[in-house]
């Protein structure tokens, strides 16, 4: 019902020369469904980001997630699972995050970064874009890297530098609003085309590989039972 709603739509709209050219829809498995029945697939085994316009064969109309949605989700994963673990990149973890705004908060300085305790507790606040911004963030990656260099007692967290730093780049990759943004927030054009795809490519990989370390652990104990 969904498909065929969106497909009138569109096709309304054409009529009155508005072309549809992208759909973009949050990761709902009704929305994935809805990709595959209008021709799209948005599995990362098998992608196809675009289907057919219905009241013109020649044009196709592109379909993606809502990167606002997604970081939101990331944030959500890191605090619920608390560990996630990837081979190249390292263990990150949600304490060190929660621990650096304690050391900021006891110490009554932010090391350029906007963590409170708002951020961390946001779980009144689900769907404020801003507070998954704040967290996964460049600016709480240096501060983590800061904290770490000298504070004894912090420990080490580069697992959870290098998670924030990529998903923060990727974030300011897909959500370019203007043309005069600077580095990853410009848009994709000829001339950084081929650094843009090189570094999406090996966050795909490092996404798409990372483990729950609770999930780890339990594979790991079941091999020494059998």
Same mark, same amino acid.
């Not at 739509?9 to 009155?16: E, M, R, T």
């Not at 963590?115 to 961390?120: A, N, Q, V, Y």
């Given at each position: 019902?969904?498909?065929?709603?969106?497909?009138?739509? +569109?096709?309304?709209?054409?009529?009155?020369? +508005? /072309?549809?050219?992208s759909i973009v829809m949050d990761g709902h498995p009704t929305n994935q469904r809805m990709a595959n029945i209008l021709g799209g697939n948005l599995n990362p085994d098998n992608i196809r980001i675009t289907f057919q316009h219905l009241s013109n064969p020649e044009l196709n109309v592109y379909i993606f997630f809502d990167?606002?949605?997604?970081?939101k989700n990331f944030r959500g994963a890191l605090h619920s699972l608390q560990q996630l673990q990837e081979e190249t990149i390292g263990t990150a973890?949600?304490?060190d995050i929660k621990r650096l705004e304690e050391l900021q908060r006891n110490e009554g300085l932010r090391a350029a970064n906007k963590?409170?305790?708002? +951020?961390?507790e946001f779980t009144n606040q689900k769907m404020n874009v801003k507070l998954a911004v704040q967290v996964l963030s460049n600016s709480v990656a240096k501060s983590l890297q800061f904290a770490s260099s000298v504070c004894e007692d912090f420990g080490s967290c580069q697992g959870t530098i290098n998670l924030v730093a990529m998903v923060e780049r990727m974030f300011d990759i897909f959500n370019s /609003?203007?043309?005069?943004?600077?580095?990853?927030?410009?848009? +994709?054009?000829? /001339?950084?085309f081929e650094s843009f795809e090189s570094f999406l490519l090996s966050t795909s990989s490092v996404l798409l590989n990372l483990k729950d370390m609770a999930v780890r652990k339990f594979a790991m104990e079941k091999e020494r039972y059998v």
């Open positions: 019902m969904q498909s065929q709603l969106l497909l009138t739509a +569109i096709s309304s709209l054409h009529q009155i020369c +508005i /072309r549809v050219t990167a606002c949605h997604l970081l973890k949600w304490s963590l409170t305790k708002t +951020i961390i /609003r203007t043309p005069a943004a600077k580095c990853f927030k410009h848009p +994709i054009n000829a /001339r950084n």
